[in-house]
């Protein structure tokens, strides 16, 4: 695996590759990242993961200062999953002046769920995204289903812009106790771990309400906060939506929807999702 840098030399590398596999991450690698790079073998091209944790995603007050930075550990892990190429640039590389050209996704997308809780959050994922496609210049990029709401944004932006870009989502990996694989888990005490499974249950619960018929998503929503915040969880969001554009779906109508939640432990914000 050769490790990059700079832009310039990642391009030199790359150039004249027309089928060329983009994984983004922030590092500090677990599972649910290694399959995607195993994934991305199968599209054939050069695979390039890239390792840069993004400021401009991050609100004031948020864990932009103490994000686990593992590179050294994320090298070893990349080279055993097939990754050819990591580039893996400092502040200077991405952002040698301030940011003042930014991707602001509409409102009706990235206001909502994750967005309402996090303002700004998808403004700076967006921009960082659409300098890495325009660094990379990927034939394919994928991005885990974990985070749903940036997957489908990404899919809306490559769209609107005419990307030359097929996005594809990964499945989320899961502990074996259902906890959805997560770079923050990290954060998570003992007895946290031990409660965190909870929020994979609680939303499980609410799929197989939905398919036995019960299409009262608002009460649905309810009970499932209720449990968590009995259990000692802050909710940000339970909600049934619109897998398309996670918009309110009508009122009956069972398929195509994904129940999307936030909650924190402590100070450890969860998301997860699972679609119906």
């Given at each position: 695996m050769q490790i990059h840098t700079t832009i310039a030399g990642l391009r030199d590398t790359l150039a004249g590759s027309s089928s060329t596999v983009l994984v983004p991450t922030m590092?500090?690698?677990?599972?649910?990242?290694?399959?995607?790079?195993?994934?991305?073998?199968?599209?054939?091209?050069?695979?390039?993961?890239?390792?840069?944790?993004?400021?401009?995603?991050?609100?004031?007050?948020?864990?932009?200062?103490?994000?686990?930075?593992?590179?050294?550990?994320?090298?070893?892990?990349?080279?055993?999953?097939?990754?050819?190429?990591?580039?893996?640039?400092?502040?200077?590389?991405?952002?040698?002046?301030?940011?003042?050209?930014?991707?602001?996704?509409?409102?009706?997308?990235?206001?909502?769920?994750d967005g309402a809780a996090r303002p700004g959050h998808f403004r700076g994922m967006a921009t960082v995204v659409m300098k890495l496609f325009q660094i990379v210049r990927p034939h394919t990029a994928l991005f885990g289903k974990k985070d749903y709401q940036q997957l489908m944004i990404i899919r809306n932006m490559v769209q609107d812009f005419n990307l030359p870009i097929r996005i594809v989502g990964g499945e989320t990996v899961r502990a074996a106790d259902g906890l959805a694989l997560s770079s923050r888990n990290g954060y998570l005490d003992a007895n946290q771990r031990k409660e965190a499974p909870r929020l994979f249950e609680a939303l499980t619960k609410v799929v197989a309400e939905i398919r036995r018929g019960n299409?009262?998503?608002?009460?649905?929503?309810?009970?499932?906060?209720?449990?968590?915040?009995?259990?000692?969880?802050?909710?940000?969001?339970?909600?049934?939506?619109?897998?398309?554009?996670?918009?309110?779906?009508?009122?009956?109508?069972?398929?195509?929807?994904?129940?999307?939640?936030?909650?924190?432990?402590?100070?450890?914000?969860?998301?997860?999702?699972?679609?119906?």
């Open positions: 590092g500090n690698l677990h599972e649910g990242h290694l399959a995607l790079m195993r994934q991305a073998r199968q599209y054939g091209g050069p695979v390039v993961a890239t390792i840069f944790v993004n400021r401009l995603q991050f609100r004031p007050g948020e864990d932009f200062e103490r994000y686990p930075r593992t590179l050294e550990a994320d090298c070893g892990h990349l080279r055993a999953a097939g990754v050819d190429h990591l580039f893996a640039p400092d502040e200077g590389q991405m952002y040698p002046r301030p940011q003042t050209f930014h991707i602001d996704p509409p409102t009706d997308q990235a206001g909502i769920l299409h009262d998503f608002p009460l649905l929503e309810r009970v499932c906060g209720d449990e968590l915040a009995s259990n000692g969880w802050k909710v940000d969001y339970i909600a049934v939506r619109n897998k398309i554009d996670l918009q309110l779906p009508p009122a009956v109508h069972e398929s195509g929807l994904v129940v999307l939640a936030a909650a924190r432990l402590g100070s450890t914000r969860l998301i997860d999702n699972l679609e119906v």
